[in-house]
């Protein structure tokens, strides 16, 4: 088969899928919501929302320690990613280890 061909082949492919999301029931994620009274409703969302932390820049906070390399520490603030600080910042303690827990400060 030649070059052009196999263009030419893609391209209807992609033509014949073009609509094919068209009649897709954008409704669908409102099908659950009556499930829920309004009280269950405030209930879950408060919960929720108490899952979420602000933290700001010169913060301290306690963490644990979950990863090492060469370079770094890796650790758990319970934020919604970890944190990397080097390996140079302990250089106080005599040794840093998996599952330690440590306090530091956001920047």
Known sequence: MEENQIVNQTAGMAEQHAGAHDDFDWSVDKR?????????Q???EKLYDGTFKDISESELLTGQVV????????????????GLVSLNEFRDLDEVKIGDEVEVMVV
Do not use: L, P, Q, R
């Open 32 to 40: 659950n919501v009556a499930a829920y009274s309004k009280d269950k």
């Open 67 to 82: 990863g090492k390399t060469k370079t770094d520490v890796i650790i758990n603030i319970g934020f919604k990613s970890d």
């Open 42 to 44: 405030a209930e879950m």
